[in-house]
């Protein structure tokens, strides 16, 4: 049976252990995402700062293929540009980030990575900030349309206001709305299937069997990190295949596993997963 977590992050605690876990449990693929450039050692200056970054992340992936079969998620996450305006004015981080998303696409049509990351803060931030960080959004959205890749996103709380204005700016710029991935989703399956945007729902509590009581039409992740100062968190690396057998004792079938876990991610992302 595959099981596919769709969010995880590998850092500096159990590094390809959290593989080996995941693996030891049921799980078979899983998509990585890199980290802000803080977890890399970089202070971005210039968009090429976070070539550095993702060619360091797709490196890793392609060792994690050892274990699992893994795929390469690649972006500027939105949380930069806090990071970038401490040493520079927002205008010039904003820039610097649509120019790394540039650089992103160039190494998904190279087939060295499958899908973008980008997003808005999760924090409260200033108006110029938050008006910067959709500006960057949508460029990251064009050049998914451009590139013809999914794109996840790393945004505030859930609200059905909040998902809709982005359905809206991707359509503004012709993407998919399915094509559309929201990361840490809660388990708003009808929702998200009236708006189009696709959930990425986190497995916290029963948030797996919640969303499956309202359809299929959604994927599973557990955003683990990896940090060493944050052992288990968000989730740990074994979530996803216990939740994924936790749906099979309620009744789910196979049939059912199947598509949040491999026909939703091919359709998704583009890629084949058998």
């Not at 499958?114 to 460029?139: C, F, I, Q, T």
């Not at 359509?171 to 929201?182: N, S, T």
Request: with cysteine; hydrophobic share 40%.
């Amino acid at each position: 049976m595959i099981i596919t977590d769709d969010h995880m992050h590998l850092y500096n605690h159990l590094k390809f252990k959290a593989l080996e876990q995941f693996k030891n449990a049921g799980g078979t693929h899983v998509f990585l995402v890199n980290l802000l450039s803080k977890h890399y050692g970089l202070k971005p200056t210039k968009p090429e700062d976070y070539l550095e970054m993702f060619k360091k992340h797709i490196s890793m992936v392609e060792k994690a293929n050892k274990i699992v079969r893994a795929f390469a998620v690649i972006g500027v996450h939105p949380a930069e540009i806090t990071l970038l305006g401490g040493r520079m004015k927002v205008q010039k981080a904003a820039e610097i980030m649509k120019s790394a998303f540039d650089l992103a696409g160039k190494l998904i049509e190279e087939g060295k990575a499958v899908a973008l990351k980008s997003g808005r803060p999760h924090y409260k931030v200033s108006k110029e900030v938050w008006d910067l960080s959709n500006e960057v959004m949508m460029h990251a959205f064009e050049v998914a349309k451009d590139v013809g890749c999914a794109i996840q996103l790393h945004t505030e709380s859930y609200t059905y206001e909040g998902i809709k204005e982005i359905a809206e700016m991707a359509d503004k710029v012709g993407l998919k709305r399915y094509k559309v991935v929201k990361h840490f989703s809660p388990p708003k399956i009808r929702e998200f299937e009236e708006v189009g945007i696709f959930p990425s729902v986190i497995c916290l509590n029963d948030y797996a069997l919640e969303a499956a009581k309202q359809g299929s039409r959604f994927m599973l992740e557990t955003d683990y990190i990896d940090d060493k100062d944050r052992p288990g968190a968000v989730l740990g690396p074994k979530t996803v295949p216990r939740k994924v057998k936790e749906l099979l004792k309620h009744g789910f079938d196979e049939d059912f596993i199947y598509k949040i876990c491999v026909e939703n991610v091919e359709k998704v992302y583009g890629v084949d997963i058998i």
